[in-house]
Nanobody, 122 residues
């Protein structure tokens, strides 16, 4: 019953911005935290940012801290990831996950969306 759907990815030039969205349906709101992760063929799924449903407490990976903002709209069951000052190394498939634990490891998350591609290139 839990479904997560990401959107908002695309092709952007270095220094540009994107806002990713993740709409949670079913019983996803029963979870405690929503996380953003990214993955490339060369890398494991890595943590980007997370936010709790109840308090909105947010945490960021060092790679994006200072140029990213994670937020949520509880009424819309939606979380967002604003990515600014994008770099080529930000290129990846970005996934939204939900879980019960406010942690940064992908294995702790129970549900995942299909991902949305972010490509940063000239």
């Amino acid at each position: 019953q839990v479904q997560l759907v990401e959107s908002g990815g695309g092709l952007v030039q270095p220094g540009g911005s994107l806002r990713l969205s993740c709409v949670a349906s079913g019983r996803a709101r029963d979870t405690y935290v929503m996380g953003w992760f990214r993955q490339t063929p060369e890398k494991e799924r890595e943590f980007v940012a997370r936010i709790t449903w109840n308090s909105g407490a947010s945490t960021y990976a060092d790679a994006v801290k200072g140029r990213s903002t994670v937020s949520r709209d509880n009424a819309k069951n939606t979380v967002y990831l604003q990515l600014n000052s994008l770099k080529p190394e930000d290129t990846a498939v970005y996934f939204c996950g939900s879980g019960r634990y406010d942690v940064s490891v992908a294995g702790a998350y129970s549900y995942w969306g299909q991902g949305t591609q972010v490509t940063v290139s000239s």
